[in-house]
């Protein structure tokens, strides 16, 4: 049985989502982030890092950083998740990286957590602006790339697709604003999914 510490809503959703895809055995710990607990010295035991998603796997070692987690999963428990041709498979780690490295680390936590990137707040506007001109390329990136297809990859999702649901999840739930188009189809179908359902069910999100 797996062990996946998450906080309702944050990065560790798309991770949460991608569990329940690949139908792998888990059993969920809350990390309040709200509350501090990622430096409670519990889970600084198990997670130096103090961050979500961490994901405890059964030989006792501990797996961090949403990309690795993601492709463990998929090659461990749902090969479907993840293509293996040489295109394919680029293709969708060149959308993982980009979605999670620059769209959220980059983007999002500057608009969300300004506080992270400087401690005056007269920096903050600016920082906020910052992170919207780099969430919004991205948005408008994949949301081009989506035009005329149900996933990333075409019929099927894969890792990426949770990725870019967590991201969209944002938009829509945090800063209360409409998804373009295409992007607003996706999201739609992701939230159609049963696994969707059932890891924002756990979440208490829907
Ligand atoms: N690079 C990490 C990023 C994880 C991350 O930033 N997680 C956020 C939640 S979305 C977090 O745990 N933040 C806690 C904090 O900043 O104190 C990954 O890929 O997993």
Known sequence: MLTFFHCPGTCSLGIHVL???????YQLILVNLMKGEQHAPAYLAQNPKAKVPALLREDGSLLTEWPAIATWLALTYDKALLPMDAEGLARTLEAVDYLV?????????RIWRPDHFAVSEAEHPAIKEK???????GLATFDAKLTGRDYLG????????????????WKVNRLKEPLPDA??????????????VRALTMEGLL
């Open 131 to 137: 992170g919207r001109a780099i969430y919004e390329k």
């Open 183 to 196: 992007l607003a189809g996706h999201y739609a179908r992701m939230m159609q999914r049963p696994a969707v």
């Open 101 to 109: 490295a620059s769209v959220h680390m980059q983007g999002f936590t």
């Open 154 to 169: 075409g019929e099927r999702p894969s890792i990426a697709d949770a990725a870019l649901f967590y991201v969209e999840y």
């Open 19 to 25: 569990l329940e895809e690949a139908g792998a055995p």
